[in-house]
């Protein structure tokens, strides 16, 4: 009886692992069982491994894609992050078609977009700063100026910039923002709000016969920094002519050159450049410049349209001034969502 016992004991003792081990093969089996022992695994799905490589060496060398036939270059890295939505459209397919070739071939795409845009999928954002700054392309059309501008201040900003202003609309942004920003000036189509003294204001040149872009020393409690605030051209995306930018690639240039001769150290830029950071024709701004939502915001931070944001084309860039945060503010009368980020200018505490 005793041996019979400890035989039932260790009987049912091993049962529990195994049936565990049962119901893992189970499912492996419920799972692999159509592919295995199939011979075609590695032959179907060649063009869909075909596919995920290009779409993989597209991120990978977008920068070489040329902009000679329609700014194709430009419009492949204004929405370069959206690429990312194929990567899984083509797992799907792979999965379908019971391809081990194609799954292997998707995990290169997937590999290049987190390694270029993985990194703004955390949040980077702190709790310090001395200084909050904001920028809003208001819209020309904007039916409620009014609204709009205290939207904007109520973000809690020390300074803050405003695009596209039209002569009529001005008055109705100069009484609205009074109350929380003592200094102010605007030039041509571009304005700046601040809580401190505003010195050496003038425009910037742009090279587009009119002003859409200035400059001013705010001196704010931490020290002086110089403001820039600029609204590039518009592009277009036309059938035939592509993405058309040569205007806006123009004042992009004339901006980076009056950047680069700035006196002062500590530098801000705000507005709508009408671009992303991973545009090319951007790279005479950009290369001087650090995005305080890439150094610390957290995710994309798109702008535009504000009715479903798919590119962030209204940039807050500084240098010599440590971003802190970095964020979108809610939804306006505008067709551009507004953006702020809290920046650390005395950078010796």
Sequence with gaps: ????????????????????GSRLRRLLDRLTGPWRGDPRIWRRGLVLAALALILALIMLVHSRIPNA???????????????????????????????ATALIAVLLPAAVWLNL????????????????VATHNVNAGNPDPSGTAHDVAASGADVVALEELTGAAVPTY????????????????????SKYPLTGVKPVDIKLGWTRAMRATVSTPAGQVAFYVAHLPSVRV?????????????SANALGEAIADEPLPRVVLLG???GTMNDRALNAVTSQLRSTQGAAGSGFGFSWPASFPMARIDQIL????????????????????????????????
């Design 1 to 20: 009886m005793a041996q019979q016992a400890y035989m039932e004991e260790t009987d049912n003792g091993g049962s529990g692992p195994e049936r565990q």
């Design 69 to 99: 036939i329609g700014n194709l270059g430009s419009l492949t890295e204004t929405f370069l992050p959206w690429l990312g939505l194929f990567v899984p459209v083509l797992l799907v397919l792979a999965l379908v078609r019971k391809s």
């Design 117 to 132: 845009f993985g990194g703004l999928l955390t949040d980077k954002a702190g709790a310090g700063g001395d200084l909050t």
């Design 174 to 193: 100069e009484k609205a923002l009074a109350g929380t920003y003592k200094y102010h000036s605007v030039q041509g189509t571009v304005g700046l709000w």
């Design 238 to 250: 036309k059938m035939e002519a592509g993405f058309t930018a040569r205007q806006r690639d123009t």
């Design 272 to 274: 709508d450049l009408n």
């Design 318 to 349: 500084v240098k010599d001034v440590r971003p802190e945060s970095s964020w979108t503010l809610p939804e306006t009368s505008s067709d551009h969502l507004p953006v702020a980020a809290r920046l650390k200018v005395d950078m010796s505490s």
